[in-house]
């Protein structure tokens, strides 16, 4: 599975950007999938995941409100919303298909590559 991410770009706080993440290779309808970030010199963070049915989302509580997941399986495609941003949400964002375990992502099977989001203030 390849998962390749789009839609990063610079953005001025309390702009819009929408990501998107493309799957090829095989269907993703049986993964979790979900987006991180990670700044310099920080870890990778969580941000959000939805269910593979698109039923259940979740989100860390710095984006709750202001960025929403979402999915189409016959498109193979996960999408993250990104509204109000902050100056704090700069980082690569990256995209993955994975497993949850009690609402929490427990394990990663498929990275993709990263896409830059930057924040001015």
């Known amino acids: 599975v390849q998962l390749q991410a789009s839609g990063g770009g610079l953005v001025q706080a309390g702009g819009s950007l929408r990501l998107s993440c493309a799957a090829s290779?095989?269907?993703?309808?049986?993964?979790?999938m979900g987006w991180f970030r990670q700044a310099p010199g920080e870890e990778r963070e969580f941000v959000a995941a939805i269910s593979w049915s698109g039923g259940s989302t979740y989100a860390a509580n710095s984006v709750k409100g202001r960025f929403t997941i979402s999915r189409d399986n016959v498109k193979s495609t996960v999408y993250l919303q990104m509204n109000s941003l902050k100056p704090e949400d700069t980082a690569v964002y990256y995209c993955a298909a994975g497993w949850l375990v009690n609402s929490a992502w427990k394990r990663t099977a498929y990275w993709g590559q990263g896409t830059q989001v930057t924040v001015s203030s």
């Open positions: 290779g095989r269907t993703l309808n049986s993964y979790v």
